[in-house]
């Protein structure tokens, strides 16, 4: 869930540097007559989180989730980042994936942060299996179990952006979910961007065996050519890219893969 105190310390954070809402923008003092977009109040502010000597470190992690749940905009995201990979980084790694976790599994859109799992931390190797993990991986057991609604949320969301994750990192929670019929949306999603985007990572003979173990409509877009393109023993789409192509005249002309 969202932080309702993190959100109303933001607000008075922003109040005290004279930016406040006003209907649906914001205004700074300094310039009263113009009113700003969030995306504006998130360039201008969410770095400054950063350098405020009046917070430690938690304190300025638990401030700019606060600026995320205000503002909802991803560049909030981004900021915090480049404050984890900074001079003055890492940040606090428990209040870091808490904040994430928590609103991975809150009753309202995540876009922004399951952009943020997929461009900044999934896509580069050296933090994508310890961001899996967090938001993932060590609660996969849990998520098996009869799961609260929130945590499935977070299993969905995070399954479906887990594309650029390393095969090894993710391979078990892969397997796990392909054991729970209401993570299969998910996971055939994760399983198709793990194939189709640049950074993706699987192994055909795996991934072609948890595909089979996915209960979906037999018309899901994309399903009969995925499981063509790895009967193949394609890895990636980009390093093979007529592949693709071949399995979608395949699965229009009802070819089965061999």
């Not at 869930?1 to 310390?9: K, P, T, V």
């Not at 938690?58 to 980042?81: K, Y």
């Not at 890492?90 to 609103?103: E, F, I, M, S, T």
């Not at 943020?116 to 609660?139: H, K, P, Y």
Request: net charge negative; aromatic share 8%; with cysteine.
């Amino acid at each position: 869930m969202m932080d309702g105190q993190a959100m109303e310390d933001a607000r008075r954070w922003l109040a005290d540097r004279g930016v406040r809402q006003v209907g649906d923008g914001w205004v700074d003092a300094e310039a009263p007559d113009q009113l700003l977009t969030a995306n504006e109040v998130a360039h201008s502010w969410s770095g400054e989180v950063f350098a405020d000597e009046c917070l430690d470190g938690a304190h300025q992690v638990r401030l700019a989730f606060g600026l995320l749940d205000l503002l909802d905009d991803s560049w909030v995201t981004c900021e915090i980042r480049f404050a984890d990979q900074g001079a003055g980084g890492p940040l606090p790694a428990d209040v870091l994936w808490d904040g994430y976790r928590r609103r991975l599994e809150a009753d309202r859109d995540a876009e922004a942060l399951t952009y943020s799992l997929w461009v900044d931390w999934f896509e580069d190797r050296s933090t994508a299996a310890r961001a899996f993990a967090e938001v993932l991986g060590d609660d996969i057991g849990r998520v098996l179990n009869d799961a609260p609604d929130a945590l499935l949320r977070r299993a969905r969301r995070v399954l479906a952006c887990s594309g650029p994750v390393p095969w090894p990192a993710k391979e078990a929670a892969y397997g796990s979910a392909a054991r729970l019929p209401a993570l299969h949306p998910a996971l055939f999603k994760g399983l198709l961007a793990s194939y189709h985007d640049v950074y993706g990572e699987l192994e055909p003979t795996t991934a072609l065996a948890l595909l089979a173990q996915l209960s979906l409509p037999a018309d899901t877009p994309h399903l009969a050519e995925l499981r063509s393109v790895l009967a193949a023993g394609h890895e990636n789409h980009h390093r093979s890219p007529g592949a693709w192509d071949n399995a979608l005249i395949e699965a229009v002309a009802g070819i089965e893969p061999t």
